[in-house]
Structures are given as C-alpha cells and as structure tokens.
C-alpha cells in the first residue's frame, strides 16, 4: 500500500514558478513509476510528467505541453517526487495529483495509487 501527499499549489502570475512536492508512504518507493497528472474543469486527467528509478538508472517522460518548462525529479531516500514548473501558463490551471505504479510510466491514468490532489492557479 502506498499512500501519496501532495503539496506546493497555490495562484501564481503568468511567467511564474512553482515546485510541487508529493510524500509517499511505503518501503518500496523506489520500485514505483511515479507520474504527475493534472485535471482542469471540464476536462480529463492528463498526463503531465512521470519518472522511473531502475537500475541506477533514471527514466523521465513528459507531455509535450510542459516539455521545457516543467521538472520531474524524485528522492528515494526521502520518498519525494518533485514537480518544477517554470514558465507557468493559464493553461497550466489544475488540480495536479501525484501517482504510483509498479512496472514503467504510462501516460494514460491506469496508476494503482493517487493523491488527493493541489491545486494550481496561473492568473493572466
């Protein structure tokens, strides 16, 4: 059982910073592909950005509306995955909910565990 807490959303002006942080529970962090999702009104869960630890090895994945733009970092010793979103746009408004699943990063939403979610504003 994994269980995920994200943090760090708040209204942030056009051209703006913010760094999500999500904390997982569990021993096993590092075996988990982690992904950030996000979900504005009216629209489905898309897939923002996920990361993979195997092997010594790091596997990042991005959607290409945040390719540039936004950060995906993790900390197996602290079990922390991290989110930096620079460059923010309206369009980035969300909800942005951390997930975990075994096996790779997928960029469609079948993850086994999710937070509850932050959310991020971006004013014009």
């Known amino acids: 059982q994994v269980q995920l807490v994200e943090s760090g959303g708040g209204l942030v002006q056009t051209g703006g910073s913010l760094r999500l942080s999500c904390a997982a529970s569990?021993?096993?962090?590092?075996?988990?592909?982690m992904g950030w999702f996000r979900q504005a009104p009216g629209k489905e869960r898309e897939f923002v950005a996920g990361?993979?630890?195997?092997?010594?090895?790091?596997?990042?994945s991005y959607a290409d509306s945040v390719k540039g733009r936004f950060t995906i970092s993790r900390d197996n010793a602290k079990n922390m995955v991290y989110l930096q979103m620079n460059s923010l746009k309206p369009e980035d408004t969300a909800i942005y909910y951390c997930?975990?699943?075994?096996?790779?990063?997928?960029?469609?939403?079948?993850?086994?565990?999710w937070g509850l979610g932050t959310q991020v504003t971006v004013s014009s």
């Open positions: 990361i993979r630890w195997s092997g010594g090895s790091t596997y990042y």
């Open positions: 997930a975990a699943k075994e096996g790779g990063v997928r960029k469609t939403p079948e993850y086994d565990y």
């Open positions: 569990g021993r096993t962090f590092s075996a988990y592909a």
